[in-house]
């Protein structure tokens, strides 16, 4: 069974850091790309960044929103992905989660959600 | 960058009703698109991916179509667990970008 699993949400300051971890089980997670997607409270969804696999070598794309403040990269020891959220705003408060891309047709697709970690960005 | 326009924000509609929602792209974007379910307080649900294609497990009653830039997500036959709302999300390139979202009530 595909399972994955955020953690490393909470309160930080504005101008902090955060780092957020998601742990992938149930799939060869180096063959998978993983997606980051944040839901601000009351809002719709925004997609964040996305990892490709490692045959990609875990090369990323990013949100403008979030280009030079976010970083992801992967710990394949734990098969965990990990969003490195730096000069935060109060406008990056969100749920994130993460997402597994599947291989269909051709083409990396979205398949599976995490239950997502929530992040606040206040003084 | 890609917008993506749903319609309605949001509708009523009894149980064993037809639903249709409404998403366009602001560019052509060929079958590149999916539909999420997400329900109050939870993580989104893939629902369909190319536009027509469900994923495993989704029930018959959910449908996609369309290609292009207009795309329709129909419920055949709505059930109270179909409460949620609702986003389509085009995967052509980058930004991947979504609709605002559908909030679908039941009467």
């Known amino acids: 069974e595909v399972q994955l699993e955020e953690s490393g949400g909470g309160l930080v300051q504005p101008g902090g850091s955060l780092t957020l971890s998601c742990a992938g089980s149930?799939?060869?997670?180096?063959?998978?790309?993983m997606d980051w997607v944040r839901q601000a409270p009351g809002k719709g969804l925004e997609w964040v960044g996305r990892?490709?696999?490692?045959?990609?070598?875990?090369?990323?794309e990013y949100a403008a929103s979030v280009k030079g403040r976010f970083t992801i990269s992967r710990e394949e020891s734990k098969n965990s992905v990990i969003l490195q959220m730096s000069s935060l705003r109060t406008d990056d408060t969100a749920v994130y989660y993460c997402?597994?891309?599947?291989?269909?047709?051709?083409?990396?697709?979205?398949?599976?959600w995490g239950q997502g970690t929530p992040v606040t960005v206040s003084s | 960058d890609i917008q993506m326009t749903q319609s309605p924000s949001s509708l009523s509609a009894s149980v064993g009703d037809r639903v249709t929602i409404t998403c366009r792209a602001s560019?052509?974007?060929?079958?590149?698109l999916a539909w999420f379910q997400q329900k109050p307080g939870k993580a989104p649900k893939s629902l369909i991916y190319?536009?027509?294609t469900l994923q495993s497990g989704v029930p018959s009653r959910f449908s996609g179509s369309g290609s292009g830039t207009d795309f329709t997500l129909t419920i055949s036959s709505l059930q109270p667990e179909d409460s949620a709302t609702y986003y389509c999300?085009?995967?052509?390139?980058?930004?991947?970008?979504f609709g605002g979202g559908t909030r679908v009530e039941i009467k």
């Open positions: 999300q085009h995967y052509k390139g980058f930004p991947l970008t």
């Open positions: 190319a536009a027509s």
């Open positions: 997402v597994r891309d599947g291989y269909y047709g051709g083409l990396w697709l979205w398949d599976y």
């Open positions: 149930g799939f060869s997670f180096s063959d998978h790309y």
């Open positions: 560019q052509g974007i060929n079958n590149y």
């Open positions: 990892s490709r696999n490692k045959g990609n070598r875990y090369t990323t």
